[in-house]
């Protein structure tokens, strides 16, 4: 099993910066991917981004792409999400997830951290 822990939410202005963290304990050595989903009240969870926890490969939601970066220490067992240029849009509850299979669905996930971008 692997246990997620988000944190670094709060509210920023557009066109702010923010960084999110997720700390990964548990069996990691053997996952798959991690990534960063979001979720807004009465809207289903959406994919934000994913790294490949060995080779850092990287994927991104159009919405996302060119704004928010994602990276992972691997000695830490930390996943980094930084969002860069905010948009109010971009407020919601973050997830932070783990996988161990390739093409499967997440397995884990973190307890969410909150983001409000104000305009």
């Known amino acids: 099993q692997v246990q997620l822990v988000e944190s670094g939410g709060g509210l920023v202005q557009a066109e702010d910066s923010l960084r999110l963290s997720c700390a990964a304990s548990?069996?990691?050595?053997?996952?798959?991917?991690m990534g960063w989903s979001r979720q807004t009240p009465g809207k289903e969870r959406e994919f934000v981004a994913s790294i490949t926890w060995s080779g850092g490969t990287t994927d991104y939601a159009d919405s996302v792409k060119g704004r928010f970066t994602i990276t992972r220490d691997y000695n830490k067992n930390m996943v980094y999400l930084h969002m860069n240029s905010q948009k109010p849009e971009d407020t919601a509850d973050y997830y932070c997830a783990a996988k161990y299979g390739i093409y499967t669905r997440w397995d884990y996930w973190g307890q969410g951290t909150q983001v409000t971008v104000s305009s």
């Open positions: 548990g069996h990691t050595f053997s996952m798959h991917a």
